[in-house]
């Protein structure tokens, strides 16, 4: 019997949350084969089996932290078939595991609508908790698993099938819509994502001294050279034109002007970087990540639209690794693409400027002559830490990056 220990991931990240088994007990594994799913503050890792055989048995059920070199799951030997019977029940007398309820005698206080753990089926722990807590009857849980045993999993779907009043009424309400007088209301366990993030927020407001700049770019000139080359684009470099590459090259540029946009306070000095990698906020189901294009200075409006793009797609499907995640210099966030008008975007530390991007929205301007012209505009904000940065030095950065962007031959003519 072998066990299927939590991998080293980081030297910043010590512990994660199952969040899927992606095998079941007595299933066949394969060397390298991935079993299990784990979700850390930054990244989600899989977790493979080191050979081939069985999976005896789940020590860690989804949803449980786990740290760094803990066992959550047992590997027999392969082809040793399915658990012996009676397994099941025996884990729930294991520590660590709910106890199963005793059976009272008639006569004395039982409930004669309560089943006796006799006719309950087979359930894992975390099964019989998920089902307690919802007030819900096992044995109306169906399962997909061979053996006939329920698993959290069962119980779950079942409980996002079933509405709230055909479930049983006993029970913590947990997770679920609940009554408080006359208004419902439910409360949801925050993933692990969302708790560092929302620690991070936190930390980037009561630690910086941050302020926000704004200005207006109009995106009249950018717009005509996606209309003209988009598809001739999309033809010779297998990847679109999107706003984004034009962004990317103009931060680069402004930050090798004011280098302090570019640097992190370390103690009593300034840690000033001469090199430009730029993180690129991105959303997905778990929460917004921050990919980094590295020496985005030295790539190319297609290089830089394949490398967004990748980090994009990897940070929806849960791929990215902690590289990628690590050592940006400076963030472009891109709210317009939610439809946001105007926000404050928040710093990520150590990083001292953030970008942020808006929705294109055709407004009436100025123009020369004094004439009145309708052109596609996007508020830019520029959040800065003041610690270092000045008003005049965040101004004119967010001044040049709006010049560039109204001018874009300037990205070209500089490289």
């Known amino acids: 019997m072998m066990e299927i220990k939590v991998p080293e991931l980081a030297e910043s990240i010590t512990e994660g949350t199952i969040s899927k088994w992606v095998k079941r007990e007595g299933e066949p594994v394969q060397e390298g084969e ?83 753990p006799a006719d309950l089926p087979v359930a894992t722990p975390a099964a019989r908790k998920w089902a307690r807590e919802r007030g819900i009857d096992l044995r109306r849980v169906s399962t997909r698993d061979p053996r006939g045993r329920v698993t959290a999993e069962d119980v779950r779907n079942y409980g996002a099938e079933v509405p709230p009043e055909e479930q049983a009424p006993d029970g913590p309400k947990r997770d679920r819509p609940v009554e408080k007088g006359d208004r419902p209301v439910e409360r949801v366990r925050m993933s692990r994502r ?88 991105v959303s997905t189901d778990q929460g917004l990540v921050v990919p980094v294009v590295r020496d985005a200075d030295r790539l190319n409006f297609p290089e830089i639209e394949h490398r967004i793009a990748a980090l994009a797609e990897r940070a929806r499907s849960g791929s990215l690794t902690l590289e990628e995640l690590q050592g940006g210099t400076f963030t472009i966030t891109n709210g317009g693409v939610f439809g946001s008008l105007y926000s404050t975007p928040i710093l990520n530390p150590p990083q001292v400027g953030i970008l942020g991007m808006h929705k294109i929205q055709k407004r009436p301007v100025v123009v020369e002559d004094d004439r009145v012209e309708v052109r596609p505009m996007m508020y830019l904000a520029l959040s800065y830490d003041h610690r270092i940065i000045d008003g005049k030095e965040a101004v004119s950065f967010l001044v040049r990056v709006k010049e560039m962007v109204e001018d874009p031959e300037q990205l070209l003519l500089e490289g």
Do not use: C
């Open 34 to 116: 991935v079993v299990a799913e784990l979700e850390t503050d930054k990244v989600n890792v899989e977790i493979s089996a080191e050979r081939e055989g069985t999976l005896k048995k789940i020590l860690k059920q989804e949803g449980e932290t786990v740290r760094v070199g803990e066992a959550i799951a047992l590997l027999g030997e392969a082809g040793g078939g399915e658990a012996p019977a009676g397994e099941a029940e025996k884990e729930a007398e294991e520590p660590g595991s709910d106890p199963p309820e005793p059976r009272e005698a008639e006569g004395n206080g039982v409930d004669a609508d309560r089943p006796s």
């Open 194 to 281: 969302r708790l560092t993030i929302a620690r991070r927020l936190l930390e980037a407001t009561q630690s910086t001294a941050m302020l926000t700049t704004f200005n207006e770019a109009d995106m009249s000139a950018i717009m005509e050279i996606r209309r003209r080359r988009k598809e001739w684009f999309q033809k010779r470099h297998d990847v679109g034109l999107g706003f984004m590459s034009f962004f990317t090259k103009a931060v680069v540029g402004a930050l090798k002007e004011f280098p302090l946009l570019n640097a992190e306070i370390q103690g009593e000095e300034i840690l000033i970087k001469k090199y430009y990698d730029i993180g690129i906020a």
